[in-house]
């Protein structure tokens, strides 16, 4: 064991004593002999802390904190990150979130013999998106596989949308280009990509946690407008951090991501804003970003917004991504 990096599974927590027993049990069921399991509750008004707690009483990898006043989300990513793992390499976890695969870390850190590399600094699984409310669930796979130079995998963002929970990192890299300073929804992409501009990144093509999607879920809770603003800072964020060594990736993927991720807006807009609000979001987005619409995939997923009820919209988009899938597969 003393040869294995000591790997951190962090596991952020706000007022989720329903949740966070099963996260910190699929934690303490990954099959790796050097962990340690921190948990940061972020002054929960509820149980949580001592559900939390009582872990840590009975199995001696577990670290339980709790900070004295809120702080919020992404501050307490940062908290965990900087300053209470310990770990070479860490991961994520939200208290609301758990793991399906026992074997992801140990799998992952024998990779690192085997490639003999050490230029990886991540590796990148996929994860299930369980929607409760909708009571369905959806693979979201890698669509490259194995290793990948990290400039490949930055310029094909989000063509594999990630979650935190599935992205193992070296720490100290983490730490090193500002992981989790930018105070956005999507600050886990923003680790991501900067990652993947110091280093190559492993792709797992199977999936290892639940990213469960429910009411009090961020991305749940914002409107359309303010998903386009957190993508926006997303952006800023990735463009302040590309700036001089790595600019000149940075138009490129700036205009594939305004396609990609205003589809991700006018989906969201489908099941959740009324008429006249969807007709304001393409006009907005129109006098932005006319090159979304370059996109037929884009246009044609606004059009569907616009002319399908949110039902009918769901299911025509769940058939679109199982044909899509199958169509990747053949070819």
């Not at 909708?134 to 890698?142: A, D, G, R, S, T």
Request: proline content about 3%; glycine content about 4%; overall charge neutral.
């Amino acid at each position: 064991m003393e040869d294995l990096p000591i790997v951190s599974i962090m596991i952020p927590t706000y007022n989720q004593e329903g949740y966070i027993a099963q996260a910190i049990e699929s934690a303490m069921g990954q099959d790796y002999s050097n962990l340690e399991i921190v948990v940061c509750d972020d002054c929960s008004t509820d149980h949580t802390y001592e559900v939390a707690k009582a872990y840590e009483l009975a199995d001696r990898r577990i670290k339980v904190y709790r900070n004295n006043k809120n702080i919020g989300r992404v501050r307490n990513y940062r908290h965990l990150l900087c300053d209470l793992a310990s770990g070479d390499w860490c991961l994520m976890l939200d208290g609301d979130d758990y793991y399906i695969d026992p074997t992801f870390v140990s799998s992952a850190i024998a990779k690192l013999s085997f490639c003999n590399t050490q230029s990886i600094v991540a590796f990148f699984a996929g994860f299930v998106r369980l929607e409760v409310e909708h009571k369905k669930e959806f693979k979201k796979l890698p669509k490259t596989m194995g290793l990948v130079e990290g400039k490949r995998a930055f310029m094909d963002f989000p063509k594999s949308w990630m979650n935190h929970g599935s992205l193992l990192y070296r720490r100290q890299t983490a730490i090193e280009v500002g992981g989790y300073m930018d105070d956005t929804l999507y600050t886990d992409a923003a680790l991501f990509l900067k990652l993947c501009l110091q280093g190559d990144i492993f792709y797992i093509p199977n999936c290892v946690y639940v990213w469960r999607v429910h009411e009090r879920n961020e991305s749940v809770t914002h409107n359309s407008f303010q998903q386009l603003q957190e993508y926006e800072r997303l952006w800023k964020s990735v463009e302040n951090f590309s700036k001089g060594k790595f600019s000149s990736f940075f138009e490129g993927w700036l205009s594939r991501q305004i396609q990609e991720q205003t589809r991700s807006v006018f989906i969201y807009a489908a099941l959740h804003e009324d008429f006249a609000t969807k007709v304001r979001l393409i006009r907005e987005i129109k006098k932005k970003y006319p090159i979304a619409f370059n996109s037929l995939e884009t246009t044609a997923t606004a059009m569907g917004m616009l002319l399908f009820p949110p039902d009918l919209f769901y299911w025509i988009k769940s058939v679109y991504t199982m044909l899509k899938a199958r169509s990747s597969l053949v070819l």
